[in-house]
């Protein structure tokens, strides 16, 4: 106890500045080793204690006052949802963009009509050539495997 009175006004300061910063509700009670109670709370002890006996929320401003605060906190949190959904919107817009440059590019490309691709394996009667088909179509699926990595990482980010 000796330390409580030496520390009693610092304890109490700062729990006003807790209470004054935070807008919380403060309720705080020590015992002497006499039996002497020291309290403070804001709003009061008495009220804090009443609040926190029977579990109410706490409230430190009148019930205008909050109507207010809650209002306000409202209209602010639809003014964030607004803007949010804007950029989501702008971003889906720039996604469909971006695709569609991207399609019209693949459009765009010369194709020739006997490509490498385009040839059946089953026709082909030399080995070599077999092997150099199958060569050909693994580096093609490592090149569209890591295509469609890339092309998932891209959306994942955006």
Not at 80 to 108: F, I, P, S, T, W
Not at 119 to 134: A, G, I, N, R, S
């Amino acid at each position: 106890m000796v330390t409580f009175y030496r520390r009693k006004q610092n304890i109490y300061t700062k729990l006003s500045e807790l209470s004054i910063l935070c807008g919380a509700d403060v309720g705080f009670l020590v015992y002497s080793n006499s039996g002497i109670p020291y309290t403070l709370g804001s709003p009061s002890f008495e009220v804090v204690a009443k609040r926190f006996l029977n579990s109410e929320g706490s409230s430190s401003t009148s019930l205008p006052q909050q109507s207010n605060i809650d209002i306000q906190h409202k209209e602010k949190m639809e003014e964030l949802c607004k803007v949010y959904n804007r950029l989501l919107e702008k971003a889906d817009a720039e996604k469909q963009k971006g695709m569609a440059m991207a399609k019209a590019e693949a459009e765009a490309l010369p194709v020739e009509k006997d490509v490498w691709w385009r040839v059946d394996p089953t026709t082909v009667k030399d080995k070599e050539v077999l092997k150099q088909l199958l060569e050909q179509y693994e580096d093609l699926y490592e090149k569209l495997c890591d295509e469609v990595v890339a092309r998932n990482q891209i959306e994942n980010a955006l």
